[in-house]
């Protein structure tokens, strides 16, 4: 393969890439290059012979949803969104090997399959890392744009691709940083792909991450775009006053967290606690308080819609 090739598969629309490649940009996926792990797999540095830099994911085999689900996820939803505040893919790879092994004193013949999903690369990393770090926090402005293109990404997701897509796992560390602190929703692991006329689904198999599941998901399997406003209202919430939502095993739908916020970030309080800020900063601060705040209600009809919350934060900057 030649470096113009190599550099192609970098550059244009998600391709099937061999895992040869994926193994020689890796160094064989030296520790060394790792870039993160997550429940679905681990991310590692790929390094071109050019120089150019992608992410590569290696599917892990104890991953909440089956490797063949998570792939077929990412790559079919993932391929469709292309938009500035979603991460892109920018290539594949799905081999399968046959190997000889030992099972119950007997030789037989398997398929062992390599899976790897390839993105974009962004070196500044996951959104938790600014949020809550007293080095890395970063100021009033930056975090309002960032809640924006959070937004904006979702909008696209729910209300511009021909088919919505509910994300399914919004939450600081599935939102990755580009250039000048852009947002980007990554991880499409668990999204589920809706028909034109549906409004929600139900299912038996309820998967997620402790502490952001909306309530009628977690005790009901059921599936819609105001599952994902749920978790957005978590996310917001988080970005806005720099509490962090801390998991609980015994509190999924972060209910504590909720109450807590309820409780101490009253008008008042936000006014004594940011003197500083000029009014224009205040009045959006409070607002995107209130956004998230209306977007935990525990029924799923009473939360916002997208849309709804796109217009009201574009309304502050006018």
């Keep these: 393969m030649t470096t113009g090739t190599r550099s192609s598969l970098l550059s244009t629309l998600p391709k099937d890439i061999p895992a040869s490649f994926l193994k020689q940009i890796t160094n064989d996926f030296s520790p060394k290059l790792e870039l993160g ?79 790897f999903l390839c993105y974009e690369y962004l070196p500044m990393g996951s959104l938790d890392k600014y949020l809550f770090g007293k080095s890395n926090r970063i100021d009033w402005d930056t975090r309002f744009r960032i809640v924006q293109g959070i937004c904006n990404g979702l909008h696209f997701l729910h209300k511009e691709m021909d088919q919505p897509v509910v994300h399914m796992d919004l939450k600081p560390e599935n939102i990755l940083l580009g250039d000048n602190m852009v947002p980007k929703i990554a991880d499409f692991g668990l999204s589920r792909l809706f028909g034109q006329e549906q409004t929600r689904m139900n299912t038996q198999n309820v998967v997620g991450t402790v502490g952001y599941m909306a309530p009628e998901y977690l005790y009901r399997g059921e599936i819609s775009t105001q599952s994902d406003i749920y978790s957005l209202g978590l996310l917001i919430i988080q970005i806005s006053t720099g509490e962090k939502n801390i998991p609980n095993t015994e509190d999924k739908c972060g209910r504590k967290f909720i109450e807590k916020v309820q409780k101490s970030w009253t008008d008042g309080h936000i006014s004594s606690m940011y003197t500083s800020f000029d009014p224009d900063c205040l009045q959006q601060l409070k607002m995107c308080v209130e956004i998230g705040l209306q977007c935990v209600e525990h029924e799923r009809k009473m939360r916002p819609s997208i849309a709804d919350i796109v217009e009201k934060l574009n309304a502050m900057q006018e």
């Design 37 to 115: 792990k997550g429940a679905f797999g681990t991310v590692y540095q790929g390094i071109a012979e050019n120089g150019e830099m992608i992410a590569v994911k290696k599917l892990g085999e104890n991953s909440p949803v089956p490797n063949e689900r998570t792939f077929s996820n990412e790559v079919c939803n993932l391929m469709a969104a292309q938009h500035e505040n979603i991460v892109k893919l920018v290539g594949y790879c799905h081999e399968s090997q046959k190997k000889v092994v030992q099972h119950n004193g007997r030789y037989i013949i398997v398929d062992i399959a390599e899976v």
